[in-house]
């Protein structure tokens, strides 16, 4: 990410030295070169620092730490620490079944060809809503949780396919008609927390 970061820097600075170099040497823009120099500086330049840059954010927005900071969505990222088998996120996120540093990402992208896009999409209106103060007092799931989130981790995971209780409804589960979250419904519960003993990764 630093790397990024001092690329993007460097991309400013090559660009504002190139705008004042024009400016101080007016002559320039007359010839073939002149122009060719302008339109790298005030074009190309600009377009690569925003692409760059752009691409750096998208990664970082996959981090949990992103997630946390919207302090609105700090006790959900919390919940991944709640000290039970029960609750799916945590059990997930302490027993690396999702990578720790990408867990909100990883179960609340939409597994499609454009998941990525339309993960990003609604993280911008988030982040609209976040920061023009509209914010619900309960926060809810924009639309119903696929089983698509699931299974493209579960479908053909032994312990999935071989648990008795999935046998005899996996039909239904792989065409979304009966939800995952049926049986595994106990999730973020971010209202009991509170009351809820969290775990110490570490022993910290």
Same mark, same amino acid.
């Given at each position: 990410?630093?790397?990024?970061?001092?690329?993007?820097?460097?991309?400013?600075?090559?660009?504002?030295?190139?705008?004042?170099?024009?400016?101080?040497?007016?002559?320039?823009?007359?010839?073939?070169?002149?122009?060719?120099?302008?339109?790298?500086?005030?074009?190309?330049?600009?377009?690569?620092?925003?692409?760059?840059?752009?691409?750096?954010?998208?990664?970082?927005?996959?981090?949990?730490?992103?997630?946390?900071?919207?302090?609105?969505?700090?006790?959900?990222?919390?919940?991944?620490?709640?000290?039970?088998? @029960?609750?799916?996120?945590?059990?997930?996120?302490?027993? *690396? #079944?999702?990578?720790?540093?990408?867990? &909100?990402?990883? /179960? !609340?992208?939409?597994?499609?060809?454009?998941?990525?896009?339309?993960?990003?999409?609604?993280?911008?209106?988030?982040?609209?809503?976040?920061?023009?103060?509209?914010?619900?007092?309960?926060?809810?799931?924009?639309?119903?949780?696929?089983?698509?989130?699931?299974?493209?981790?579960?479908?053909?995971?032994?312990?999935?396919? @071989?648990?008795?209780?999935?046998?005899?409804?996996?039909? *239904? #589960?792989?065409?979304?008609?009966?939800? &995952?979250?049926? /049986? !595994?419904?106990?999730?973020?519960?971010?209202?009991?927390?509170?009351?809820?003993?969290?775990?110490?990764?570490?022993?910290?």
């Amino acid at each position: 990410m630093n790397l990024i970061i001092f690329g993007i820097a460097g991309i400013i600075a090559v660009t504002i030295g190139i705008v004042v170099f024009i400016i101080l040497r007016p002559s320039i823009r007359a010839d073939m070169g002149g122009k060719v120099l302008i339109f790298i500086g005030f074009f190309l330049l600009p377009i690569a620092a925003i692409a760059v840059g752009t691409s750096a954010q998208m990664e970082r927005s996959k981090k949990t730490e992103s997630c946390k900071a919207c302090h609105v969505m700090e006790p959900y990222v919390q919940s991944l620490y709640i000290d039970s088998k @029960e609750y799916v996120p945590a059990f997930h996120f302490q027993n *690396n #079944l999702v990578p720790k540093d990408k867990a &909100c990402y990883t /179960c !609340h992208t939409t597994y499609t060809i454009f998941g990525d896009v339309t993960s990003k999409m609604r993280g911008v209106r988030h982040l609209y809503l976040y920061y023009g103060g509209m914010v619900p007092e309960q926060i809810k799931i924009l639309r119903p949780y696929e089983n698509r989130e699931c299974l493209h981790c579960h479908n053909g995971a032994r312990s999935f396919e @071989e648990n008795p209780v999935h046998i005899g409804i996996r039909e *239904n #589960l792989q065409s979304n008609a009966f939800s &995952c979250l049926g /049986c !595994h419904n106990k999730i973020h519960d971010v209202a009991n927390l509170a009351n809820l003993n969290l775990w110490k990764e570490g022993g910290k």
